[in-house]
């Protein structure tokens, strides 16, 4: 919530990520849709400088139930080292909470999910925001626009900075890629420098 008009920064939010978990598994449990589903939330410093948001859990991620495991995460990993970040420095999440295929992530089904990204977000206050892909992008920024377009620039989310970006798992498959993501890290790490 603002202080008044005039002020850019948007403060922390006093809830605590596990109240705002709590408050989603709770209503998710409640909806046919979701009833069954294995649930994985972020996982990291509930106080980092980065906050890297994906679209969904993956198969990977069941074992551990933490979000970006297996190839992936070993690719993330080497993405975050290249710019002097560790995994653990980072707040790591999805959009949905839930492993999926993406196929049936619906527009009722981002529509539950992304009021409580958005208060997880709040609730760490990180500096820089890293959203992999269309999915997070299109949930955190409001736009139609596809990630190959807005990709590589920061926008500004609620008074911090927000850099889109490929997703890891669109880099396994397309490799030809990896020159535009380490252009947006490079930004992200100077960005982070100059605080």
Known sequence: MQNSLFE??????????????????????????????????????????????????????????????????????????????KREDCYLTNVVKYISQGDELTPDVLAFFTPY????????????IISLGNTPTKALLNTKKAISQ??????????MKLMPTFNPAYLLRNASKKREVWEDMKKVRDFLKDL
Do not use: C, W
């Open 117 to 128: 990204l958005h208060r997880e977000i709040a609730a760490v206050h990180p500096e820089v």
């Open 8 to 85: 850019e920064n948007i403060l922390p939010s006093t809830e605590t990520i596990d109240e705002i978990n709590q408050e989603l598994l709770s209503k998710a449990k409640s909806i046919p849709t979701f009833a069954n589903e294995f649930f994985i939330f972020g996982t990291g410093k509930k106080d980092a400088r980065v906050v890297i948001v994906g679209e969904s859990p993956g198969a990977p991620d069941a074992d551990s139930e933490k979000p970006f495991m297996g190839p992936v995460g070993q690719l993330l990993e080497k993405i975050l080292a290249a710019i002097g970040l």
């Open 150 to 159: 807005i990709r590589g620039e920061f926008y500004d989310y609620n008074g």
